[in-house]
């Protein structure tokens, strides 16, 4: 079945380091692409998302692009701040009126 | 639009209690999803809903879980008997099957602790 694998945390930056979280995935047609970030004792809220091959998602500086050929959506920002501190989630959804499909998610920690 | 609204927040409760969580969607949104969330498991779809009709519960854990969607703008998460290990929180999610990429919109979720 379609499944997301991200990389395991948790992962601890100085503030405006460089972040990458990387996340692929497996599913047997062509799904759209998400980032949800969840902040402490809160839901999650979509970062980005992507639709087809080669879409770039961005929002508040963080950006991620959709590869088919290596079936990856990792998730970047350049300069990372103490209020990114959060749990990213990568997922897929694989169509219309089907649940989303989430990685185990990345805890990011970023210290000033 | 307010958001998908979940009550109550924090849940505590007795080993062999009911416990019944509530989900209002997005007005409109005829999508709604139930997970869970725990620390080893992660973030488990428990069961999910098109146009109020339950489509998949392969996730829902045991007989004890029921779920029900009696119109568009409400659904509920029942648990009877609940043990210690539904300790978890329990997200609540809505969107629209308009299109592939629409993303769902998860509400503030139910913290629930059985003792």
């Known amino acids: 079945g379609d499944s997301v694998t991200q990389m395991e945390g948790p992962v601890t930056l100085s503030e405006e380091a460089f972040l990458t979280i990387n996340c692929t995935y497996t599913?047997?047609?062509?799904?759209?692409l998400f980032w949800y970030v969840q902040y402490p004792g809160e839901g999650l809220q979509l970062l980005l998302k992507a639709t087809k091959a080669d879409d770039k998602g961005s929002n508040k500086g963080f950006e991620a692009t959709y590869r088919k050929e290596t079936t990856s959506f990792h998730l970047e920002k350049g300069s990372v701040q103490v209020s990114d501190s959060a749990v990213y989630f990568c997922a897929l959804k694989p169509g219309r009126g089907t649940p989303l499909v989430f990685g185990k998610g990345t805890r990011l920690s970023v210290i000033a | 639009d307010a958001g998908v609204i979940q009550s109550p927040r924090h849940e505590v409760t007795e080993m062999g209690q009911e416990v019944t969580l509530r989900c209002k969607p997005i007005s409109g949104h005829n999508s709604l999803f139930w997970y869970r969330q725990t620390m080893m498991r992660g973030l488990e779809l428990l069961i999910y809903?098109?146009?109020?009709?339950?489509?998949?519960d392969s996730g829902m854990p045991e007989d004890r879980f029921s779920a029900k969607m009696p119109n568009a703008s409400f659904s509920t998460l029942k648990i009877q008997p609940s043990e210690p290990r539904d300790s978890a929180v329990y997200f609540c999610a809505s969107s629209s099957q308009g299109a592939a990429n629409t993303e769902a919109f998860f509400g503030q979720g139910t913290r629930l602790t059985v003792v």
């Open positions: 809903f098109n146009n109020n009709v339950p489509i998949d």
């Open positions: 599913a047997t047609g062509y799904p759209s």
